[in-house]
């Protein structure tokens, strides 16, 4: 899984990328063919957003998410990511 992560209005820092990439490596337990992610991390005034766009076999996943601290809003669409991409895993296995 590539991940590429872009920043606006913010400073990617290293403990901040291994963060997100720790985070986007849960997702891989229960889909194993994600191909590519792109997460941008924005700020715009006081408010926090994240969000994510996952190239999944058979499909794109996209996810916002925003609060006041950074880590907080990475973890709220991690789990917004997780439900989307369990649910795209269902599908493909009923079909």
Do not use: W
């Not at 076999?57 to 907080?72: I, L, P, R, T």
């Amino acid at each position: 899984m590539q991940i590429n992560l872009t920043g606006h209005h913010v400073e990617i820092t290293q403990s901040l990328r291994e963060y997100v990439q720790t985070k986007f490596s849960k997702l891989e337990r229960h889909f194993e063919q994600i191909n590519n992610v792109h997460v941008v991390l924005n700020v715009q005034k006081l408010q926090q957003i994240a969000e994510a766009k996952l190239h999944l076999k058979g499909g794109e996943v996209f996810a916002v998410s925003q609060n006041a601290d950074m880590y907080v809003a990475i973890d709220a669409l991690i789990d917004k990511l997780d439900r989307q991409v369990i649910k795209h895993k269902e599908k493909l296995i009923k079909h």
